[in-house]
């Protein structure tokens, strides 16, 4: 770090936003940093003061984020035991060092000029994703991170340098992975459901041991049934950009008690954990409905909740078609629109009419499971 005295004032755009404009990808957010600068600097010039844990600002106009530059130091175990240093003297240099890859450690100054000291560029052009120094082995959240990068970038020819493979299998041996806190590590699970090949997400953290101890469910599947979630994971980016489809997809072959450990472990919202557990019960009775008797195929609607939440079923529909391997993804599956014009018609109930004839009570409900019977034995919904 520089000791001198304080560095003149400048702004960086750094990180992602410089990586994806280099890669020709419209960067979501845009992050700076700040040099030479104070948190007294930076309120004068009407930034309003966000960050919690460093000082981090919000632009008057555009309300993009700009953070000091800082340093970090390890202090103590797990992801919180780092201390940090964001004074004046702090150079872009030293902020770009604790960064975790070298193609995020790319920063731009404010005449366009890519400034790379880490061998970023090198690296975006080779597709590697490499760590920046020794001190990615301090961080066990880099982990997840690369994984997800790997979600996002495998498709373009990306690879971990072998090198930075091996400081994440140290994070895993040393322990430090188990410092890893529930939210964040499902944070980062949910990011990389939602890239192109999240299947590259699991598949990072086996190469590198940390699958057993963050997803030992999956870890204990058989290798053949770990490739046939993997590979309903992949069919279900076909169908949907839901990552409560994408989960349930990946964890359908495991138990309902593995579901419920999992979604425990991370405190997953109840839309991930129902759908999971919906998809673990009824698969295999949704891939069989249309060899169903009437009185199956009306239990499986009422079970799976449908008739109060269609919306549901038709997501459960997805899950069951992506694992569904016999078939090819981009035909439609004959079961799912047999199953929702079944749902369809049994809506169609006149429920008035049922009051209205004197039905009350438990026989309100019994006589409209009568009358959905009646019709779905009829087969006139084909």
């Given at each position: 770090m520089n000791t001198e005295a304080s560095l003149p004032l400048q702004f960086y755009l750094v990180g992602g936003a410089v990586r994806d404009r280099l890669?020709?990808?419209?960067?979501?957010?845009?992050?700076?940093?700040?040099?030479?600068?104070?948190?007294?600097?930076m309120l004068q010039l009407g930034y309003q003061a966000v960050g919690k844990d460093f000082p981090v600002f919000l632009h008057p106009v555009t309300h993009e984020e700009y953070a000091l530059a800082r340093t970090e130091r390890k202090v103590a175990r797990?992801?919180?035991?780092?201390?940090?240093?964001?004074?004046?003297?702090?150079?872009?240099?030293?902020?770009?060092?604790?960064r975790d890859l070298t193609i995020n450690a790319l920063a731009e100054d404010q005449n366009g000029q890519v400034i790379d000291y880490y061998g970023g560029l090198n690296d975006l052009k080779h597709r590697i994703l490499r760590h920046v120094s020794p001190a990615f082995a301090e961080d066990p959240v880099r982990i997840l991170r690369v994984a997800r990068f790997m979600a996002r970038y495998r498709g373009q020819g990306f690879q971990i340098a072998p090198e930075t493979l091996d400081l994440m299998r140290e994070l895993v041996t040393t322990g430090e992975v188990d410092s890893l806190v529930a939210e964040r590590v499902w944070q980062e699970l949910v990011k990389a459901l939602q890239e192109p090949q999240p299947e590259a997400f699991?598949?990072?953290?086996?190469?590198?041991?940390?699958?057993?101890?963050?997803?030992?469910?999956?870890a204990a599947l058989t290798t053949t049934q770990r490739q046939t979630a993997l590979e309903a994971l992949q069919r279900a980016v076909q169908l949907s950009i839901k990552p409560e489809i994408r989960w349930a997809a990946l964890v359908q072959?495991?138990?309902?008690?593995?579901?419920?450990?999992?979604?425990?472990?991370?405190?997953?919202?109840?839309?991930?954990?129902e759908?999971?557990?919906?998809?673990?019960?009824?698969?295999p009775q949704l891939h069989s409905h249309l060899s169903q008797t009437p009185e199956q195929q009306l239990a499986l609607l009422e079970q799976t909740d449908a008739f109060r939440k269609p919306d549901r079923l038709k997501d459960l529909l997805k899950v069951a078609h992506a694992s569904d391997l016999s078939l090819v993804i981009n035909q439609t599956w004959p079961s799912a629109a047999h199953i929702l014009k079944?749902?369809?018609?049994?809506?169609?109930?006149?429920?008035?009419?049922i009051l209205q004839?004197?039905?009350?009570?438990e026989a309100i409900k019994q006589e409209i499971r009568r009358q959905r019977l009646a019709l779905l034995a009829a087969g006139n919904y084909h």
């Open positions: 890669m020709g990808i419209t960067a979501k957010d845009r992050d700076w940093v700040v040099t030479g600068a104070t948190p007294d600097i797990g992801y919180h035991g780092f201390e940090t240093c964001s004074d004046a003297t702090v150079t872009l240099k030293d902020d770009l060092q604790r699991f598949q990072t953290l086996e190469a590198c041991y940390a699958l057993a101890v963050l997803f030992p469910e999956l072959c495991l138990s309902v008690n593995a579901i419920e450990a999992l979604s425990g472990r991370y405190r997953s919202p109840n839309s991930f954990r759908l999971a557990l919906l998809a673990a019960q009824f698969t079944q749902l369809d018609l049994c809506q169609q109930i006149d429920i008035q009419n004839q004197g039905f009350k009570g």
